[in-house]
C-alpha cells in the first residue's frame, strides 16, 4: 500500500505544483524600502496613510519590491503593502496598496501600536524562490486527489471520510503534508486554513493566494489567534491587471 501511496503522491505534486516565494524572516532592523513584515511603509509623498473604519491607522503586514520575484502574471516592478488593523480583529480590517518604486516618500509616518498586532517587531524578509503544492484544505483538493487514488487503487473513492476509512491508520494525511512547515510564509502559492476554505461559498473567483502566513512554527515572531493562518485571496486577473485592491484578507485559527 505504501508504494501505491507513494506514487499518488508523486501524480499529486506534479498536478499541483506552484513556483511561489518563501518568505524567511531576518532579524535585522528594515529600511523604508526594504522588504519586510511590519514597521513603517513605504508611502509617496502626497499618499494618505490608510486607516480603519474608525479612522485609527492600520499596521503594515507585508511589504515586497516586485521587481524582486519572478512570477507569472505578475508585475515586473512596484511596491505591494498590506495592511491590518492593529488588533487583528475578526474579520479584520485591511488595505491594499501598489505604487510605483523609487518616489519620492514620507519620512514621518504615524506610530501605530502594535502590542497585540501579529509582528511583535519589523523584521526584514529574504524572498526564495521554491515549489509548493495544494493543501489538504484547499476545496479543489478532493477534486484532483481522489481520481489519482482511484486510478492507482482501483477503487471509487469519493470525499474525505472515505479516504480516512480506506487507509485506516495509514496517515495519509501526515504523508501529503510533509514538508509543508517549509512553506509557512508564502507569496504567490497556496492558501491554506485551520478550519475550511472560504471559497467554497464565493460567488467571485479568487483562485490565487497572493500571500500566506502560517505562525505554526513561528510563534516566538508571529501571533495569530491560536495557531492561526492569514491569508489573502486574489483572481489572477485582478494580478495581471494590477488591481490588488479587489483581494480579500482573511484569517483562521484552531
Request: proline share 4%; with cysteine; charged share 30%.
Amino acid at each position: 500500500m505504501e508504494e501505491k501511496f507513494n506514487k499518488v503522491i508523486e501524480l499529486f505534486k506534479e498536478a499541483t505544483k506552484k513556483d511561489c516565494y518563501k518568505i524567511d524572516l531576518v532579524d535585522e532592523n528594515p529600511s523604508i524600502t526594504d522588504d519586510k513584515l511590519g514597521g513603517k511603509p513605504y508611502l509617496p509623498v502626497g499618499e494618505e496613510y490608510p486607516k480603519d473604519k474608525d479612522g485609527n491607522n492600520l499596521a503594515l503586514l507585508l511589504q515586497v519590491n516586485l521587481k524582486n520575484i519572478e512570477l507569472d502574471g505578475y508585475p515586473k516592478k512596484g511596491v505591494l503593502e498590506i495592511f491590518t488593523d492593529s488588533n487583528v480583529d475578526y474579520p479584520c480590517q485591511y488595505a491594499i496598496r501598489y505604487f510605483d518604486e523609487g518616489l519620492e516618500y514620507q519620512t514621518e509616518l504615524p506610530d501605530v501600536d502594535i502590542s497585540n498586532y501579529i509582528v511583535n517587531k519589523s523584521y526584514k524578509i529574504n524572498l526564495t524562490k521554491d515549489v509548493c503544492y495544494m493543501p489538504i484544505n484547499d476545496y479543489r483538493f478532493i477534486k484532483t486527489f481522489t481520481p489519482l487514488v482511484n486510478n492507482v487503487f482501483e477503487t471509487e473513492l469519493n470525499n474525505y471520510g472515505e479516504l480516512d476509512d480506506y487507509f485506516g491508520n495509514f496517515a495519509w494525511y501526515d504523508k501529503l503534508r510533509d514538508g509543508y512547515e517549509n512553506h509557512a510564509i508564502t507569496l504567490g502559492g497556496y492558501a491554506d486554513f485551520t478550519q475550511s476554505d472560504p471559497r467554497y461559498d464565493m460567488k467571485e473567483n479568487k483562485d490565487e493566494c497572493l500571500f500566506k502566513l502560517d505562525s505554526w512554527g513561528n510563534h516566538d515572531k508571529i501571533s495569530i489567534g491560536d495557531s492561526g493562518i492569514l491569508f489573502v485571496l486574489i483572481s489572477q486577473i485582478d494580478i495581471e491587471n494590477k488591481n490588488f485592491k479587489n483581494a480579500i484578507v482573511d484569517w483562521d485559527c484552531c
